[in-house]
């Protein structure tokens, strides 16, 4: 099947607008890699530092002769997807001996959940902490001993920022290992019931807590279709992860297979290999259209409109929101995995999973095929699924239909005709909605606007009884600049109470929501922001708005509207206090969330 035409012409859209900037990254990567290994520019005695406590493998490091993994971990044992992660090294290292190589942890890098911190102070520090983490990983590949990184991450910011240092580092391979999700617990929908029961004042604390711990309960990524499982789908579509890695249960034999074979697939492609692939080659732009695709194929996280375009910023490459919407236009929806269904990602997996999604977009042109991948040329070879045969890892070919048509379709026939996203344009500026979840007799909202500067207002405003008509409830200064543009997910059961109840409410925001948002329309990522003067800051409460995901508009139906001066923030709240006078620079430099919100680039 050839590729799509609106494929390809948003591809040869970011081509063009990259063409000086792409350019440029390539040289700059083969100059890197033309000095060649790194390790032999190294005295003996830096070398003599590098090597010190390596033990067993230090004489192989010494003559320099086999390549040399560099790891970079987030793991902690706070965060659920990231506690497998301990055992990681270890496993890389034996790996790494056994075929004939060596592997160093060459540092780690932070790794915030935002399940602790929604609605907390510390959710301010979130969205910069994908800045932290690219600084982090970058000074942990600047000894330049490494001859290839592999990358240990699974959630929220923490792949975007890894993949941030990636392109940094783009002259050597890049492999990134994920740890897989916990077993399923509490269905997702239940645990949603419970949430909107808590904040409508029918249970208590006791039965709230009881279903989260029944829900969130042990290793493993959270099992909702969320950002951090988004993140892993965007790796396996972009040829980041071996094929099938993505959604393997941690603590199985096969995960530790696949853990095992990352090692040795990622020593095979080093400069000293014989299929040298640096990462800031195969992160190009048909990688990331290919990923856009499979962002809106599989209902994911808003979140990724804001991390992919920095991401390949980091590569030479220049994504817009339009590349989004107009994927999105074109790329039906084939799955159905919480918040968009009643399924969780093992579910999803087991019903045929990514393989047979990449199978299905591959044979309708919807897919660039001809990308380079750490598993080998071509996107072909992520149609099949790992499975261990006498202990043995082989890939077989996976499913060719769906095993179950509830949770996953082909694309002939999808539960939606288009992505799950639109762009809203209009005198409020740019945002996105995310509306695979959200009612088709919801997608256009006209009301009055209430005002609100914290979500913690909206809220009380809830628990006072105040909301007794329909609302577009306006949160703003929540963007980059003014306060790290921190998660409104909280905010989710108390707009579905009122939705519930027969009112008719919208969000619109210059904040974020989280990949687990659902069934309320929020036009979120509203950009110029509120704290740079945007067209946000000159709403008043009782301004008739309407969001309209059809027509792909967001309005202020008011006469005058443009002439008013916007309201200057007291911003005074947000400077101190758990960190937050830390990132002062971070809030002054970050960039606009259209081009990805970051401080760095």
């Known amino acids: 099947m050839p590729l799509d035409e609106t494929i390809a012409r948003v591809t040869d859209r970011i081509r063009e607008r990259s063409r000086d900037s792409r350019p440029d990254y390539l040289a700059r990567l083969h100059a890197a890699a033309d000095q060649g290994v790194a390790r032999a520019h190294l005295t003996c005695g830096n070398q003599a530092h590098a090597y010190a406590a390596m033990g067993e493998d230090k004489d192989r490091l010494a003559g320099g002769h086999v390549p040399n993994l560099g790891i970079v971990t987030a793991y902690n044992d706070m965060l659920s997807a990231h506690q497998p992660f301990e055992r990681f090294p270890e496993l890389i290292r034996a790996a790494a001996r056994d075929a004939g190589g060596t592997a160093q942890v060459a540092g780690g890098v932070p790794a915030m959940c935002d399940g602790v911190t929604q609605g907390q102070t510390g959710m301010e520090l979130s969205l910069f902490s994908r800045d932290v983490i690219a600084l982090a990983a970058a000074v942990s590949l600047s000894h330049n001993c490494y001859d290839a990184a592999v990358f240990l991450g699974v959630c929220d910011k923490i792949v975007p920022g890894l993949i941030i240092a990636a392109g940094a580092f783009g002259h050597i391979p890049a492999v990134f290992l994920p740890a897989g999700p916990m077993l399923s617990g509490l269905p997702n929908d239940e645990k949603a019931k419970v949430r909107q029961q808590f904040a409508a004042g029918e249970v208590g604390r006791d039965a709230l807590m009881d279903a989260e711990m029944k829900s969130y309960h042990g290793p493993g990524t959270c ?76 209902g994911g996280s808003t979140n990724l409109i804001l991390h992919i375009p920095a991401m390949a910023k980091a ?138 500067h914290d979500q913690a207002e909206v809220k009380e405003a809830f628990r006072n009884g105040e909301f007794t008509e329909d609302t577009i409830v306006v ?63 000159k709403l008043r409460t009782g301004d008739r708005v309407r969001v309209d995901a059809v027509a792909g508009s967001i309005s202020v139906l008011e006469d005058g509207f443009d002439a008013r001066e916007p309201v200057t923030p007291d911003l005074s709240g947000n400077r101190f206090g758990l960190g937050r006078e830390l990132f002062e620079t971070f809030r002054r430099q970050a960039g606009p969330s259209t081009e990805g919100a970051s401080a760095l680039l």
């Open 475 to 537: 949160v703003r200064f929540q963007g980059p600049q003014a306060n790290g543009m921190p998660e409104l997910h909280n905010l989710t059961p108390v707009l579905a109470v009122l939705q519930d109840r027969g009112l008719k409410v919208a969000l619109v925001t210059d904040g974020r929501m989280s990949g687990a948002s659902g069934k309320v329309p929020a036009a979120i990522h509203l950009s110029p922001e509120g704290a740079s003067g945007g067209p946000i800051a």
């Open 223 to 298: 099992t909702f279709y969320g950002t951090a499982n988004s993140n892993q789908m965007l790796m396996e579509f972009m040829g980041l992860h071996l094929p099938g890695a993505s959604f393997v249960n941690p603590g199985t034999p096969l995960r530790d297979a696949l853990t095992a074979a990352g090692a040795k697939r990622a020593l095979e492609i080093t400069r000293q290999g014989n299929e040298y692939r640096p990462a800031g080659e195969i992160l190009d732009e048909r990688a990331f259209v290919n990923g856009i695709v499979g962002l809106m194929a599989t």
């Open 315 to 452: 590569a030479g490459i220049h994504i817009d929101i339009e590349d989004f919407a107009d994927i999105s236009a074109v790329v039906p929806m084939m799955a159905k995995v919480y918040p968009n269904g009643l399924a969780d990602v093992n579910h999803f997996h087991a019903a045929g999973g990514l393989g047979f999604m990449i199978g299905d977009l591959l044979k309708e042109g919807l897919l660039h095929e001809d990308t380079l991948t750490v598993h080998g040329d071509g996107l072909g070879s992520y149609t099949q699924e790992p499975k261990l045969k006498d202990g043995e890892l082989v890939w077989e070919d996976g499913a060719g239909s769906s095993q179950n048509e509830k949770i996953l379709r082909p694309s002939a026939d999808p539960f939606q005709k288009t992505g799950g996203l639109r762009q809203l344009e209009g005198n409020l500026g740019r945002a996105v909605m995310k509306v695979s979840a959200v009612a088709p007799e919801r997608h256009v909202i006209e009301a009055k606007a209430r005002i609100f």
